[in-house]
C-alpha cells in the first residue's frame, strides 16, 4: 500500500512556457499533500501542503503566483510551474499523507524539468 | 545553524560490516523522525519511523535522543545493495503558518557499500 504517482516523469519546456505535473494517491486518500524541490546535490526542500479543497500553504520565499498548487480531490494534487525559467529546472517530488498513517509521508517518483 | 544536519560522506564501508549515522536538529519542538533511503535520481523511500523507545527492522536499528537532539541510524552486516543516500527528516506539527507540517530533510549522507 502507500503507493503515490506523478506524472509525467520528466518533462523538457522552453523558457515561458508553464508545465503542470500531477500527484496521485493510488490506493489511499490522501487528506494533505506536499510539494518538493531538489535541485543537485541538495536536500529535497518543501515548496508548500495542501489540504483537499483549501488553499496551499507556501514555504517563504515560493512564489505562490509562480507555483499554483490545486488539491482537487483526496487523490488527487497538481502543481502548475507558470512562465518557467531556466533556474526553474529541477526534480520536483510530491508526497501524500493519510491521517489513517500517521505523519509518515509517502513519495511519488518525482519529475525531473528541464526549462531551455 | 541549518535545521537538520547530517554528515554527506560518503562513508565507503566493507560488505558485512555495521555503519552507524547520526543526525542532529534544532528545533526542539520537532515531534516526528524519520529516515529516508534516496537512491540515485529516485524519490526518497520511506526506512523507518524513529520512536522514542527506539526502533529496529531487521539489520536497520534507530533511535531518538530528545535531550540531545539527535536521531541515529544503524545498520547491521551491510549488503551491497544498501548502497544509497540517506535523509534524516524532522516534522514539526500543531504551529500555524507555512511547513508546519512538512518534512525538513538533512542533505543526506551517502553510503557506499564495497564488496
Known amino acids: 500500500g502507500a503507493v503515490v504517482s506523478q506524472h509525467p516523469s520528466w518533462v523538457i519546456c522552453k523558457s515561458g512556457t508553464s508545465v503542470k505535473i500531477e500527484c496521485r494517491s493510488l490506493?489511499?486518500?490522501?487528506?494533505?499533500m506536499f510539494w518538493y524541490r531538489q535541485f543537485p546535490k541538495q536536500s529535497l526542500m518543501l515548496m508548500a501542503t495542501?489540504?483537499?479543497?483549501?488553499?496551499?500553504?507556501?514555504e517563504q520565499g515560493v512564489e505562490k503566483d509562480k507555483f499554483l498548487i490545486n488539491h482537487a480531490s483526496l487523490t488527487l494534487s497538481t502543481l502548475t510551474v507558470t512562465s518557467a525559467h531556466p533556474e526553474d529546472s529541477s526534480f520536483y517530488i510530491c508526497?501524500?499523507?493519510?491521517?489513517?498513517?500517521?505523519?509518515?509521508?509517502?513519495f511519488g517518483p518525482g519529475t525531473r524539468l528541464t526549462v531551455t | 545553524r541549518k535545521e537538520v544536519e547530517q554528515d554527506p560522506g560518503p562513508f565507503n564501508v566493507p560488505e558485512g560490516a555495521t555503519v552507524a549515522f547520526n543526525c542532529t536538529y534544532s528545533?526542539?519542538?520537532?515531534?516526528?523522525f524519520f529516515w529516508y533511503r534516496q537512491d540515485c535520481r529516485k524519490e526518497p523511500k520511506l526506512l523507518m519511523s524513529?520512536?522514542?523507545s527506539g526502533n529496529e527492522d531487521g539489520r536497520f536499528t534507530a533511535q531518538l535522543n530528545r535531550a540531545s537532539q539527535y536521531i541515529s541510524l544503524l545498520i547491521r552486516d551491510s549488503k551491497l545493495s544498501d548502497s544509497a543516500t540517506y535523509l534524516c527528516?524532522?516534522?514539526?506539527?500543531?504551529?500555524?503558518?507555512?511547513?508546519?507540517?512538512?518534512?525538513?530533510f538533512g542533505k543526506g549522507t551517502h553510503l557506499i557499500i564495497q564488496p
Open positions: 508526497s501524500a499523507r493519510s491521517g489513517d498513517r500517521g505523519y509518515e509521508q509517502y
Open positions: 490506493d489511499f486518500q490522501a487528506t494533505t
Open positions: 495542501s489540504n483537499e479543497g483549501s488553499k496551499a500553504t507556501y
Open positions: 528545533n526542539s519542538a520537532s515531534q516526528s
Open positions: 524513529v520512536y522514542s
Open positions: 527528516a524532522v516534522n514539526t506539527h500543531g504551529f500555524s503558518g507555512g511547513g508546519a507540517d512538512g518534512l525538513t
